[in-house]
Every structure is written in C-alpha cells, then in structure tokens.
C-alpha cells in the first residue's frame, strides 16, 4: 500500500515505528525491483546525473530530465511513494518558478518534492507547502553545495557547525516538511539532529540512530562506475554479473551457438 506523507511523517523510531526504508530509481525496471523489495519510499534522485547520465556531480539535470525519469518509475512502482528530487536551479533563483517546478515532478507522477538546504530555503519550502505539496527537507552534505564545500566532504565536524545544522533541522521541520534526509554527517550529529526534530530523519552516511536509511540503486546493486562513500554497502555485483552475460551472448554468436533452432521461427 502506498505510504502517504502523513503517514510518513509519523514514522519517528522513537514512537515506536520500524526504520524507514528509501531507495532511489530512475526508470521501469529499476523501480519495478524496489517495489517488489517493499521498499517504504522511492526517491526519484538527482543522483540521475551521476549513475544515469554519468557526470561527476548532481548539478546537470534538469527538472524536464526529472520529470522523464519519474514519469518512468512510476509507470514500475504505481503502488510506492515517489519523492521527486528537485533538481539544483529550479529552487534557487525565483520562488514561483519553483512551485511550479514542483508542480511539474508531481505532475510527472511524484507523491512528494525534496530540496536541499535549511534556513536558506524557508521561503521556497514554505511557498511549495502552500502549494499543497509535500516536502522532502534534506541537509549536511547536500550534493548540489559541492562548489561551497569545496568536494563532498562530511558536514557538522565541529560543534558550531553542527549547531547550525540542528538549528536548521528544526527549522524545516516547524515550517512542516513531512521527513527529511540527513546525508554526510557524523553518527553523534546524525542521533541530535534525529532526537531535534517531530519528523522522521532519512540518514545517508548519518549512523544508525536515525528513522530510516536511504542508498543510491546503483551502489547498492553494484551497478556503478564510481568510488562510492564510506556509508555504502554493496549488495550484490550486478554489473559483474551483466557484463559476464553480455560476454557470453558475444560468444554464442561467434561460435554459432545462437540462435538455436527453438530461437528462430
Ligand atoms: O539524489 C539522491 O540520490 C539523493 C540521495 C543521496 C538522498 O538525494
């Protein structure tokens, strides 16, 4: 049964729930596979850029890009929640361009928005609730601040920085996001910010005492051609075992072995 945000947003550990489970997908098959695992939520992710399209950051996609993948997952999760990543640009600059980019994702069949930031971004997520559109908060190492960070590097080391990031969880949770992702911080920072907040805290690479984790399809099947973070985990070597597939296709064709005569008409 689809999740919807208010449920979402009741799922705190502390009250009792089991961890949320999220996964990103980008097309039929991929989110096919994370509905059929019982995943909680499905994050249509700007991490598109990076194991789809294959940049090296998340700031290369577009909200049209976005909407083309969610439209697709979709089509292979119709009974999942999707969160439609806002992509870098389409939040920044004009607050009404941004509900409409919002808009567009839910159009393209998101249950739900993400953006990045706290504070900084009051106005806009403010203006998307309403909107009447679910938001999504998500902070520490927010990918698409890599040129302010100089490099994805842990957020929160240091007590003033950390501060500032509880500060900012509590701000987005009291202007109403349902959940937020908390993404690149130390273990300690992960379980204050976690304790902070009424909304259920998604950690990526924030320790274990959180409401639910949240990994990239492509890290956790072994899809990737990029040196994933110290908080991933890898489930399974798919692209190992694709490539030997392939391989072995190429050498039944070479040898004559395919087609057989139950292959062909
Ligand atoms: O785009 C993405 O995949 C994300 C997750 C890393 C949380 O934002």
Known sequence: MKLSAPQIAAKKVSRGADPLVMITAYDEPS???VEASGADLLLV???LANVVLGHEDTLHVSVRQMCHHIAAARVGAPSTHIVGDMPWMSYHADVNDAVRAAAAL????????KLEGGRVRAEVITAILNAEIPVMGH???TPQSVMKFGGFKVQGRDDVAAGELVLDAQAIDSLGVFSMVVEGVPA???SEITKAVGVPVIGIGAGPAVDGQVLVFHDLVGLGNRKTAKFVRQYLNAGELMTAALREFGNDVRTGKFPTDTESY
Do not use: I, T, Y
Request: hydrophobic letters at 45%.
């Open 188 to 190: 300690e920072l992960g």
């Open 31 to 33: 989110a096919r596979f």
């Open 139 to 141: 902070l520490g190492l």
């Open 106 to 113: 839910v159009r393209a069949g998101a249950d739900s928005v």
């Open 45 to 47: 992710g700007d991490s």
